[in-house]
């Protein structure tokens, strides 16, 4: 299970307490986000897949794989380019399209001038208030998740943004060659990821369904 390797969650798939769920659930906390980032690593999404390819390896069968956000594009990705690694996959709210043109916040981390300085002059309530205004996030929570952003992920969430400039083109053509059953979910509400990009990431993928939510992001 992969969640947003931004600043909405820190980790690689919260844990699901044992009880909610038959099957075992592996969470790991991504480089620079909750977990020291090894030697050398420079926080590009390459790396992170590779990152995540490299502990799928581990595990040593394919895995029920489900990303939502940057966790959607990462383990589309990995699902793309290591069929073998994945039994099923799904994905939500992170669109890999050439046509998605990056939300403000993304575009302010990938300007270097005032993602500097965003990252420098970090104010946790500012940004809390942004999480809610423009991603719908529930106060209390933007609270704490913006709480929990220190100097080393925002230098992580830089890093990764700018290395994502053209995702979309550069991973797009690739998700043909996701195998195995699929699960497109979407919150239809989202209004940073819109909707049309569910449908176009459904049908890249040949996705077994496509589940439209009445949901934001």
Known sequence: MAQ?????????????????SPFPL??????????PRPEGFTCTKEEYVSWLIERLEGIGEPVDLV???WGCL????VASVRPDLIRTWAG???????????????KLWQDHVAGDRWAKEYDAAAFA??????LQIPAELAEQTAG????????SILKLYRSALTVGAEWEPDLANLAGPSLVFWGALDPVCPIEFGEKM????????????????
């Not at 990462?74 to 990705?77: G, K, Q």
């Not at 939500?92 to 993304?106: I, Q, R, T």
């Open 74 to 77: 990462l383990t589309a990705r």
């Open 92 to 106: 939500s709210n992170g669109p890999v399209s050439a046509e998605y043109d990056w939300h403000p916040l993304a």
């Open 67 to 69: 990303g939502h956000d």
């Open 148 to 155: 929990r952003v220190d100097e080393t992920m925002r230098d």
């Open 4 to 20: 947003a390797n931004g600043p909405q969650a820190l980790r690689l798939g919260d844990p699901t307490p044992p009880s909610a």
């Open 129 to 134: 208030k942004d999480l809610t205004d423009n």
């Open 202 to 217: 459904a049908a890249s993928v040949r996705a077994t369904r496509f589940l439209r939510l009445d949901s934001s992001h």
């Open 26 to 35: 592996l969470a790991w906390d991504l480089p620079g986000f909750g977990s």
